[in-house]
């Protein structure tokens, strides 16, 4: 889209990370306001639908996945470009098809504490934890989790290659710890290759107003679930934890026109659905299906 050991290991990346290289000069995304100032008040909103396939194991059927996420940050200057950001998100996946016995919505209701270095609207370097429940229908203390998710970028050619590298972790993902990062490359002001993991893009801008994405997503988010009793004997589960993950590709079109809002509307396949029961070592797969979204941003 998640151990005082892992934090530990974090923040001990970011603050070796950004000693070696220095403050980012990561002018990867234009920025829509003056160079010396950034946004502070940050509003996002998707909703992408994917339409129905069928389950690997027949016993399952089919079924469809409809996501929605709302978010709101603010930003709080600390000094020079280093702000405290502080804001809420609510996520939930809706699920259709046959009836199985898998959940037929997962939701996670949760807030954003980070630390970040920001240059012309990029966080360049971040820590962010998000602390709040992560669930099916009831809210238990079981539910709560705290991902915690860091970054740096190291320039390896002033203005033109950078080095992203990071981890995430979280209480009830597999991994507990895992790692992403990759190289970002700007080849010209309307040309760039952010080769990141889990989200890596081609981004084309031909103008201030456009832009064109071939993306990649690598979706994981884990909750607890309740009952889980499906229709194949050897997954009949109760408060157990699920990760479940839609990995897409696809292209996605952004306009920016309107001052501090950007539209998006994208398309494309999302390869695989997993609800991985991990712990119960069952893991459930749909085959290919196309999916559609749309997006809005705003930023002031």
């Known amino acids: 889209m998640k151990s005082i050991r892992g934090l530990f290991i974090l923040l001990l990346l970011a603050a070796a990370t950004s000693t070696l290289a220095g403050p980012p000069a990561f002018e990867a995304q234009p920025s829509p306001t003056p160079s010396d100032e950034n946004s502070r ?22 079924g469809d ?145 456009w832009e064109l994405r071939i993306l990649g997503e690598l979706n994981y988010t884990s909750f607890r679930t309740d009952d889980v009793l499906t229709t194949e004997r050897k997954l009949q589960l109760h408060n157990a934890v699920v990760q479940y993950s839609e990995d897409r590709v696809g292209v996605q079109i952004g306009y920016t026109g309107i001052k501090h809002l950007k539209l998006i509307a994208g398309a494309g396949a999302t390869v695989e659905r997993n609800f991985d029961f991990f712990r119960a070592h069952q893991s459930k797969r749909t085959d290919p299906a196309p999916y559609v979204r749309i997006a809005a941003e705003l930023r002031f």
């Not at 502080?86 to 939930?92: D, H, K, M, Q, T």
């Not at 009836?99 to 370097?125: K, R, W």
């Open 41 to 62: 008040d940050l509003f996002s909103y998707e909703t992408t639908y994917t339409f129905g396939s069928d389950f690997k194991e027949s016993k399952l059927g089919d």
């Open 65 to 209: 996945s409809l996501y929605n996420d709302f978010s709101y940050d603010h930003r709080f200057l600390i000094t020079g470009k280093w702000y405290f950001r502080a804001g809420v998100e609510y996520e939930r996946y809706d699920f259709g098809g046959t009836d199985n016995g898998l959940p037929d919505h997962l939701q996670a209701a949760y807030g954003h504490l980070a630390i970040e270095y920001v240059s012309h609207d990029f966080p360049g370097i971040s820590l962010e934890l998000d602390p709040g429940v992560y669930f099916q229908d009831n809210v238990t203390g079981d539910a709560f989790d705290i991902p915690i998710k860091a970054y740096t970028t190291i320039p390896l050619k002033k203005d033109k290659i950078f080095a992203v590298v990071g981890l995430g972790w979280s209480l009830y993902q597999d991994p507990i710890v895992a790692p992403g990062g990759g190289i970002i490359w700007i080849f010209s002001d309307k040309l760039r290759l952010q080769a990141v993991f889990p989200k890596p893009a081609l981004i084309y801008q031909p103008n201030d107003d």
